[in-house]
Structure formats: C-alpha cells, structure tokens
C-alpha cells in the first residue's frame, strides 16, 4: 500500500522560507517520477516542480523558478521541496504525488499541507 506524508508546512512572512519533506513508502521509491502540486482556496490544483527517478531531471512551473528546489533522496524515500522568497501568492495545500502519467495527473498522493505567507 502507498502511503505519501507531507511535513514542513505552516506560516511564514513574505520574502521567509520553508522545507516540505514527502516520505514514501509501500514500494520502490526510486523507480518512480514524483512531483509536487498545489491548490489555492478556489482555485484548481496547479503542478509546481517534477523530479525524474534519479533526480538528475527537474521541471518547475514558472511562477516559482529560481525560488523553489525540488530534490530526493532515494536512501530516505524522501522527497523534498525547498521555498524561498517566499511571496503570499503561494499560499495553498501542498501536495506531494508519485508515478506522473501526463498533465497533473499522478497515481499517488499525499494528504497535503498547508503554506502559508503572510504579507
């Protein structure tokens, strides 16, 4: 059974930082493509950044190139997301998701957590 576990969320001042962690498990974390999404209050669910399987390949929307980092570590079944320059716009649940299969769409998700920037 997958299970996919969001950490590292919460409250931070504009121009702040945070660290979301995904832990994997149910299977091999490292056969698979991950990615991180978010969804704003009444907004649809919008992609972030992508990481192939070896995480050599990474894929950023534009609105958070050059401020955010996507990596893992296939030892720890961990994936990361580091935020910085943080601005209120990027308030939203952050989900993590395994095994891409084309636009937004993932096999697997997180529950989600929740960033929130304060002007």
């Known amino acids: 059974q997958v299970q996919l576990v969001e950490s590292g969320g919460g409250l931070v001042q504009a121009g702040g930082s945070l660290r979301l962690s995904c832990a994997a498990s149910?299977?091999?974390?490292?056969?698979?493509?991950m990615g991180w999404l978010r969804q704003a209050p009444g907004k649809e669910r919008e992609f972030v950044a992508r990481?192939?399987?070896?995480?050599?390949?990474?894929t950023y929307a534009d609105s958070v190139k050059g401020r955010f980092t996507i990596s893992r570590d296939n030892v720890k079944n961990t994936m990361y997301l580091q935020m910085v320059s943080l601005k209120p716009e990027d308030t939203a649940v952050y989900y993590c998701a395994q095994e891409w299969y084309g636009d937004n769409r993932y096999h697997y998700w997180g529950q989600g957590t929740q960033v929130t920037v304060s002007s």
């Open positions: 149910g299977r091999t974390f490292s056969n698979y493509e």
């Open positions: 990481i192939n399987w070896s995480g050599r390949s990474t």
